[in-house]
């Protein structure tokens, strides 16, 4: 055992006194406080490994780390090591065609990993690497228990008792044989070092002296002195004077041995029945004393030195409530990193600073989520909701409940606001005013809500009155004195969608209303709607808005189809744009600010952050920009609409794979270095590399593999290898840790690896010298003897190589010649294949770019010489439901489906017009020269020759429809200039959209208004 101050062992020692005197005068039995309700959801973040991580197999019996920094799983299916990056399994060998399960594993401080196997006895890994059986143990005794003895070896428990084991064998203890050891514990007893020792039916015993005489003491703790059960699992000292109470984990629950009670955890005061194991003493970021235990049935239990204990389950992020093994690692209350072992989930993480995810598991409706935020409900309490496509759920009672009554309770709720004694709720099925003992229903049914489905809704009131805003697909309305009317907008036609609703200050400051629409911005004042100022926003379209304020300046974070913008407001309404090479990938769909003025958005791929010097300076100064993936526990890169940031500075986001959540406080900050190990270094032909090494003439290749062992956002350390001694050699920082040197000159070297953490703290670099012999013939005496001999050559060969020299040139010329047309010709068909779709055999968007200039300036011309009416049109054309037939049909029918769509389209195509393979499932087709009044003729003729007829692919008939968004350049006759073809072709994809919007296998024209752009759906019949 490891060495204990002087004042340890006195407290131990007294402990262990204190305790056999209780035992013997039977304590009493006290039952321990209730589990405390949870109210406010408090999750974990957690990162999961698992078989698609290198994992072996996801039961997770024992974990361990060794003094080298390495982690290790015992799975059952062998032993797992974790290098900070993936998993890689260590064999062990099978008995009669079995493979081992590893029930334990414990590190000593020799540096090695005992392994404790079901069914092939006790193995040992060194500090080298090296796995050995360890004699002495009957190969058909399964290991239940394994406990370090320092540097000495282990103890291990059997079913026959307990073992003294080393390097050289194990040996039984004969006063244990009768013993079905099951978990050990090492302590100071009345007379010195003690072993207790947990049976699997027998309760808890006590060995005085383990490594001399070893004598069994006259002392029991079982059932019937108050245990829960006697089947031990756990034991551990914490808590209590001098930190010394014992605790207890049982089949049924868990008990605390102090010098006065035995406060016991089970059924009766409400704790979780099953398994109580293992039991890990910890501690809090914040360095706050507490002792973790796993339980098989109910998650995680978190037990404070008062006594009061804390459950974490599925609930609060757990993949699954059944946790096997525990185990901690780092030095800093900060940096410490929580590793739990779970039954069929593999091994999970907790990371601070990581994104957790809640889906149907943790009690959510569903996945797919469109609304979150914190609400007053009619009932006086504030808690989260969120909104699913099955539902909304308030969190109550540490669950998640649902709170609307039937038939209504399955209705999808966007937003929730609170207006007095009623909460309004924008939901797919209309607007819904929630109170204590009532529930009103507005529809388009029974009222005059413009559209069914309502994104968002706000209370305010005026000087006309208290008014209800209501932001549906088809416009604004207004609710004042129980009736709704349609409010009609300075925006497209009127009523476009209304995604957003804000109360925020205008440019006199005081509370306006703000809309967001699909067609631009726009706020109530006193003289009515007003916009901001033109070409303020960078597109029309607008997709979220959200309010930022520091109590002086106040600014609107606008996200479009076309970026994000800041708008500023009290006082002149001005707009700040995001940098356009700052702008996030994919689409954006929604924002939020948290409590540091960081903006978060959240789109198609996934979650970036932007942090600024000012987030509400007149000039945006970008400090930093995370991108957040998968690896940063997002449950999938696709989100909706639907964020909060609560009260204590969390973020929430709800997308197409569950509730993401983040907590900003909890991100760690830079610690000391971790360790950096050598994964391998040696030559191509298999040298190993090592400081002082010579190479061999012409073994000049070398590789090297290298592992950070830092274990908080793994994902952003970075590695560098330089060989000093290489000329003209820069590395640069990357992700990868493998690293080769190939065809190096003879010489002498030093290979240097080095790494740095998440925090940009740098460890300890590896540095192994070596040198390269050179060979033979670069020696200086062999050098001296072809100097030698090469001159007299010289003048030998010098009349020859003359001669030689004419003849090869004029052959070289001849081959020149050649070549210079078969180099021609293979330009001419690489052109060809560049400009050219493999699939369809259409053109492609380069061939697209090439042909386009020329056409766009004559249409260009011709509109401004009066012909008006003459226009490229643009059909933008899209399989429908595409994704279907390939799942359905597979992936050889999909690629059939796009050929015969191409082929159709030919058809349709006039001589001289552009049909072309626009990506995916979409085709464009570019008609030259055609007139306005005919786009919309042209559209149905295409959509009728691909849906009227079947296709048929050996098969059965397979019906195929696509929709086409349609749009004429120049767009604006009257002003031809003002928009780009590559406005026409946004427009024509904004018109697909709304196709398939409107139900598919139709057509929709955009068209050019002076108000704003309008959608013209073109009918089957014209």
Sequence with gaps: MRPLLRLEQWCIGFAALALSALAAAAVPRVDGPAPVARERLDWIALRRYSTADGLPQNTINALAQDREGFVYAG????????????????????????????????????????????????????????????????????????????????????????????RDGCQGIAATSALEAAVLLAGEGPSGAALWIGTNLAGLYRLDDPEGKAVLADWHLGKADGLPSNAIRSLAFWGGAGGRDLWIGTGRGLARLGTDSLVVYDARSGFPEGTAAPLLPSRERDGTPLLRVGLARSGLAEVREDGQVRLITRAEGLPEDAVLSLLETGGADMHRVLWLGTTSSGVVRREPGHWAALDERHGLPHRVVFGVGSAVFPDGVESPWIGTIEGPARWMGGAWQRFLPKPYERSTVFAMRRDGTTLWLASDQGLFGLERASIRHFSVDNSGLPGLTVLDVA?????????????????????????????????????????????APANDRQERLWVATTAGLAWRGDEGWQLPPRNCLPSAELLDMQLHSDGARHALWVASRGGIVRVDLGGEIRCVWLPAAARPAGQTYQQAIDAHGRLYVFGSSGVTRYVFADPLAAELELRDVTHFGLEDGLPGLEFNRASHVDAQGRVWAGGVDGLALYDPAQESTAGPPSPLRLRLAATERGTPLKSGTVLAAGDDSVRAEVALLAYERPQEIRYNAELLGLRDHSPEWSSGSRFQFSRLPPGDYTLRLRARDAFAVEAEPIEIPFHLRAPWWRTSAALVAFGLGLLALGVLAGRWRSAALARRAQRLQQEVTLRTRELAEANRRLEHASLTDPLTGLGNRRHFLQQMP?????????????????????????????????????????DAVLVEIAARLRQQARDGDLLLRWGGEEFLLVLRDTDRAGLAGAALRVLSSIADQPFVFAV??????????????????NAPTVHSLDDCLRLADAALYQAKHRGRDRAVLAAFEPGGNSWIEIPRKI
């Design 459 to 503: 209370a305010q009131d005026t000087h006309q009155g208290h008014i209800v805003w209501i932001a549906t697909r088809h416009g604004l309305a207004r609710l004042e004195q129980g009736t709704i009317t349609p409010e009609p907008l300075p925006l497209g036609s009127g009523s476009p969608t209304v995604r957003k609703l804000l109360l």
């Design 854 to 894: 020329a056409e766009r300036a004559r249409a260009l011309r011709r509109c401004e010489d009066g012909e008006h009416d003459h226009a490229l049109g643009l059909l933008l054309v899209d399989c429908d439901h595409f994704k279907r037939i390939n799942d359905t049909h597979g992936h050889a029918v999909g």
């Design 956 to 973: 059965e008939p397979l019906r195929v429809t696509c929709s086409l968004g349609a749009c004429a350049y120049p767009f604006a006759q």
């Design 75 to 166: 799975t059952e299916d062998s032993l797992a090591q974790f290098d900070g990056r993936r998993w890689t399994r260590l064999g062990l060998p099978e008995r009669a065609g079995v493979r081992p399960f590893v029930t334990r594993l414990v590190s000593t401080d020799d540096g090695a990993l005992w392994i404790g196997t079901d069914s092939v006895g006790l193995w040992r890994r060194d500090a080298d690497g090296r796995i050995e059986a360890v004699a002495g143990l009957p190969l058909d005794l399964p290991l239940e228990a394994l406990l370090a003895r320092g540097e000495q070896g282990v103890y291990a428990g059997t079913p026959r008792g307990v073992y003294r084991c080393g």
